[in-house]
Each structure stands twice: as structure tokens, then as C-alpha cells.
């Protein structure tokens, strides 16, 4: 099991940016294929973005597409989810997800994931 902490969340105005972290307790990063999602009230948790545990691919969903970037750094246990041009629409809690893997593959189902972070709040305003 991996602890995942995100940070970085906050407030923004619509057309503005955001940078979120995720840091996770193991020496085994590079072993987790990650994941971001998000959940705004009253909705279900929905897919954002999600890397092969080396980085070298990254699918999105189409609703964040051209505006966040979801990178990740194996030798510092982190990964980056930058928001730019962000919309009311985004306001959600955003989590960040781990599964271990052993395959290059990416997750963008949520019951895929095993280990979750505890959430960081995302309100953009218009």
C-alpha cells in the first residue's frame, strides 16, 4: 500500500492556473501506473488523467484535453497535474490514484485503483 498526499489546490479565476502535486511513500514509485481524478458535489468521481508508471504516456479525457498536463518524476515519488485555462466547470476535489503494475499500461477506471489520495479542493471562479 502507498500513502498519496496532494497539494496545491485552491482558488482561481476562469482562464487561470493551477498546479497540483501528488507525493507518494514508497521507494517504488516507478512501480505505480497514477492516476487524477475529480468529483464535484453531487457528481460522480470522473477520469482526468492517467500515466504508465514510467511517464512516457499519458491519456487524457477529453474535457481537460489541451489544457492540463499530468506529468510525474520516479526519482522524487511525485506527479504533477498543471491546469491552465481552467473553467468554472472544473471546480471538483481532485484526486490522485496508484495502482501497482507490472505491465505499460495506463488506468482510467477508478475501480482500477487501489490507493488514493485524500483529495485537494479545485474552485474556479467565473
Known amino acids: 500500500q502507498v500513502q498519496l498526499v496532494e497539494s496545491g489546490g485552491g482558488l482561481a479565476q476562469a482562464g487561470g492556473s493551477l498546479r497540483l502535486s501528488c507525493t507518494a511513500s514508497?521507494?517504488?514509485?516507478?512501480?505505480?501506473?497514477m492516476g487524477w481524478f475529480r468529483q464535484a458535489p453531487g457528481k460522480e468521481r470522473e477520469f482526468v488523467a492517467a500515466?504508465?508508471?514510467?511517464?512516457?504516456?499519458?491519456y487524457y479525457a477529453d474535457s481537460v484535453k489541451g489544457r492540463f498536463t499530468s506529468s510525474r518524476d520516479n526519482a522524487k515519488n511525485t506527479m504533477t497535474l498543471q491546469m491552465n485555462n481552467l473553467k468554472p466547470e472544473d471546480t471538483a476535489v481532485y484526486y490522485c490514484?496508484?495502482?501497482?503494475?507490472?505491465?505499460?499500461?495506463?488506468?482510467?477506471?477508478?475501480?482500477?485503483?487501489?490507493?488514493w489520495g485524500q483529495g485537494t479542493q479545485v474552485t474556479v471562479s467565473s
Open positions: 514508497t521507494g517504488a514509485f516507478g512501480g505505480y501506473a
Open positions: 490514484a496508484a495502482r501497482w503494475t507490472v505491465s505499460g499500461a495506463y488506468y482510467t477506471q477508478s475501480q482500477e485503483y487501489k490507493d
Open positions: 500515466s504508465t508508471r514510467s511517464g512516457l504516456r499519458t
